[in-house]
């Protein structure tokens, strides 16, 4: 007699729902809710790569399909509170959304619910896979396996349930599913709320802290699923809001203001022309968001990549290292490996007298680098098979080494700014001040961190050593910045080396490239450190002292460029890196001059003194 009874009221209100329907819900759910009915059955298991091993040397994470759990009775004289949505979503209870590292609860005696970490197997998660991760030294290195760990539903699980997915299983791939609900239309008429995170860097212990604020994730449409069937039927798309819901704790959280992200329908996220800004994105209360209509055409693709900045693919590195070695005059060696075996790549060209090295992405979330990278070497070395005065000349007067990418690791990994063993390579140029331990307790500030070391940041520690041995004229360190909106150099200012030479050498590096290049400028950056009082152990700084040479950093923004037309964005920056020649073959005759060549310059290449307030 009871499943009778609910049989009758869920006809009722399936009649009331098509009958009397409003956009994104209808009446129906409020009268069904307060209904008893059988036990739903139990949504299948998914089980994550993340659960299944820490996410740290491997190049992606985890894929989660976004299955509502299950609510269940032990038996009819227990009522369960249920509505028409819950069924059609796959017996989803907003207060049981799973996070992608966890498995879907489920009644049956075959399935259980996946334990709790220990306390040992949390801690796991921030330390490098000693099994996987080898000491490297000049002599021997052995490479691990760094392919991603792949998830493998169970043999009784199914995504037909499921309304949307999220999957950040790709190179680069960052973006943790939290929880999903229906908005019935009541947020600027979305019908869908999904919840996702950022998840951190490995833990640096120089910073003390884990690092977090670029993402980039896939979210997938299931046009068969129940609710997509049942209460969005007769929709040919659905409005879908994203949440961070961890934002306000990023590295950067105040640079999420005036963010705005970026999407791509294509089928592969690796399509750099293809993305476009959100022009909704908002930081409020904490949370960063932003919405995005998905197609529910059955024969379309119903899937949608978001990124803070469009990603940079290892495998389009390895492209642009296989074309540069097939280019005449091109030298393609390998500065050493990085902690998870991959080759730090590097170009060598030219034959001119001054020795100038360009690094690009030590910090991998800031994907613009590599982009910069391609634009450099492809007018270095025609490799659009596009001929010009400017990289001939440069060839002439340059002997270029460029690493294109300093930490593939990380950038692979969807990191922010650390390797696979949790440094910041930007802080790893020289011993530094240990920093106070967690507890501070253990350590003095008179221990020493000593950097680069060869097991932590080898990365550095051999761009250092072939510095060393081939000199330095010239030297930039490409960049992206969360919170500026700018193009800008940042230079050595607080350096003892710094003087009327590198202070001109500078200001005319900038006004010839400003020349060259309208998204460059020269009045906003970082407030320059104050004399003899700059860290040693960032990279720029470093190699002014140690070569007493020009050399600066240079920082591109996530966000559009202020007072540049709309539209920054991968291809913009390929141009920034190709316009870099013209910069550098201007001050090239002054990098050594001994004189005061600064007396012949014009006044148009003054040394100007930045600020970041804009």
Not at 78 to 96: I, M, Q, T, V, W
Not at 100 to 128: L, Y
Not at 235 to 253: G, H, P, Q
Not at 548 to 556: K, N, Y
Request: charged share 20%; glycine share 6%.
């Amino acid at each position: 007699m009871i499943r009778c009874m609910a049989m009758s009221k869920l006809m009722f209100a399936a009649t009331l729902l098509f009958a009397g329907r409003r956009r994104g819900g209808t009446t129906a759910f409020q009268l069904y809710r307060q209904s008893s009915t059988s036990s739903a059955t139990a949504s299948s298991a998914f089980v994550t790569a993340r659960a299944l091993h820490p996410r740290l040397l491997s190049p992606g994470s985890s894929i989660t399909p976004i299955t509502p759990a299950a609510t269940s009775s032990p038996s009819n004289s227990f009522p369960l509170r249920a509505s028409l949505r819950d069924l059609l979503e796959g017996g989803n209870n907003n207060n049981n959304a799973r996070s992608s590292s966890s498995m879907t609860t489920t009644t049956s005696d075959a399935v259980k619910s996946t334990p709790a970490p220990t306390e040992t197997e949390a801690a796991a998660e921030n330390q490098i896979d000693k099994s996987t991760t080898l000491p490297i030294n000049d002599n021997e290195t052995t490479i691990p396996n760094t392919q991603p760990l792949k998830t493998s539903p169970s043999s009784s699980s199914s995504s037909s349930n499921s309304i949307l997915s999220i999957s950040d299983s790709y190179d680069s791939g960052n973006g943790e599913f939290v929880s999903f609900h229906i908005a019935d239309g009541e947020e600027d008429y979305t019908d869908v709320i999904v919840h996702v995170n950022i998840q951190p860097d490995p833990f640096t212990d120089l910073e003390q802290k884990s690092h977090f604020q670029s993402f980039s994730f896939r979210s997938t449409i299931n046009y068969n699923s129940p609710a997509i069937r049942g209460i969005f039927s007769d929709k040919k798309s659905i409005k879908v809001k994203y949440v961070v819901d961890n934002a306000s704790d990023a590295s950067y959280a105040d640079a999420w203001h005036g963010a705005s992200i970026f999407v791509t329908k294509k089928s592969t996220p690796y399509d750099a022309d293809s993305w476009y800004r959100t022009s909704d994105t908002t930081y409020e209360k904490g949370v960063l968001s932003w919405t995005h209509v998905h197609d529910l055409k059955e024969a379309g693709d119903s899937s949608a990549y978001f990124a803070y900045f469009p990603p940079y693919s290892y495998q389009r590195h390895l492209g642009l290292i296989a074309q540069c070695a097939e280019k005449e005059g091109a030298h393609v060696f390998s500065l050493g490996q990085t902690v998870s075996g991959r080759e730090i790549d590097c170009v060598k060209l030219g034959t001119g007298p001054r020795k100038c090295w360009i690094i690009h992405r030590q910090h991998p979330g800031e994907s613009m680098a590599s982009f910069y990278a391609e634009g450099l070497l492809t007018r270095l070395l025609q490799l659009d098979d596009k001929w010009d005065t400017v990289s001939e000349k440069a060839r002439e007067l340059f002997t270029f080494y460029i690493v294109p990418n300093m930490n593939p690791d990380g950038s692979a990994n969807g990191y922010l700014r650390t390797n696979a063993a949790g440094s910041n390579l930007n802080r790893e140029w020289c011993p530094s001040p240990s920093p106070p331990a967690a507890d501070e307790s253990s350590t003095s500030s008179s221990e020493m961190y000593d950097a680069p070391t060869i097991h932590r940041s080898p990365e550095v520690y051999y761009l250092l050593k072939h510095m060393d041995e081939s000199g330095c004229d010239a030297f930039l360190d490409i960049h992206g910045d969360e919170a500026l909106p700018f193009n800008f150099l940042a230079g050595s200012q607080g350096m003892s080396v710094w003087g009327k030479r590198l202070e001109s050498l500078h200001g005319a590096f900038l006004a010839a490239y400003e020349r060259a290049n309208q998204d460059m400028q020269a009045k906003v950056s970082y407030d320059p450190e104050k004399p003899n009082e700059g860290m040693k152990n960032i990279c720029s700084n470093q190699i002014a002292e140690r070569f007493d040479c020009f050399s600066a950093t240079l920082e591109m923004p996530f966000k559009e460029c202020w007072g540049r037309p709309a539209g920054w964005g991968p291809e913009r920056a390929r141009q920034l890196g190709a316009s870099v020649l013209d910069a550098l073959c201007y001050v090239q005759p002054h990098l050594r001059d001994g004189g005061d060549f600064w007396e012949r310059l014009p006044d148009e290449d003054a040394y100007v003194e930045p600020s970041s307030k804009y």
